[in-house]
C-alpha cells in the first residue's frame, strides 16, 4: 500500500498491467477524475447507489444511470465508480480473464451477500476462479467505531453469518460494534473461496482519519469518497 497524492493504491494491484485503481482521498471529486492523466481515457460509471445486492454486467457504457451496488466488466476504458462514506468499497480483479468488479459494501450489501452476486456475474461471464481471483479492501469505518443496534446483529444471524466472528459488544447496553472488513472477507474466503494472501486490505478507518470522510462524523455534509478502477 501506497499513499498517492489523492488516492490510496494497493501494491498488489499496482503490478498489474494495464489496470488503473485509486480509494480516493477527501478532497477528490468526481470531477477529478478526469484530470488524472492515466484516467483521462476512460469513461466514469457513475451509480446511484441503494445498499442493495444488485450488480450489473457491463460490455459498453450504460445509456441510462444504473441504481445498484456492484459493476462488472472485462471492457476497456470504463471507470467503475463506487462512492463512500464509512461503507467499505471493494474491488475484485481476475487477472486470468482480464476482468474487474468494484462494489459498494455498506452493512445492508453485505449481510445480503453482494460480493457473492459479483463473483457470481463474473463466473458466468468470463468463467472467473476463485483460485486466481484478487480482492482489495478500502478504506471503512473499523469495528471500534462502527457501533449498531441488535437488528444488524439479526440480519447477519439470519442471513447464515457467524456473528461471533463478526460483532463485539459495545460499552453502550444492548449495541454491538460491527468488522464490516471481516465480514466481507469472511464472504470472500469462505463463501467464494479466495486465498487468504489475494485478500489485500487496507487498516484505514474513515470516522478516525481527517484525510477521508465519514457518514458518522459529518453526518451533515453529503460529502462521499470517490473509488474506482478500469482496464486500459
Ligand atoms: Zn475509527
Redesign the pocket.
Known sequence: MRAAKKFLTVEGLNRLPRLVHGFGLAGFGLEDLSREPELSSFRPVVMKQLHSARVFFLDKFPEQQLAGDGLVTASARLLLVIKTADCLPVFLVDPENRAVAAVHCGWRSTHQKILVSAFYLMRENFGSRPGSLLAALGPC??Q??YEVGPEVLESFSAAGFDTGRIFIPSDSRDKFCLDLRAANRLLLADDIGLRPENILEMEA????SGDLYSYRRDRQTGRRLINFIGLE
Do not use: A
Not at 478507518?205 to 478516525?208: E, G, I
Open positions: 469505518i473499523e471500534k467505531c478507518c474513515t470516522f478516525c
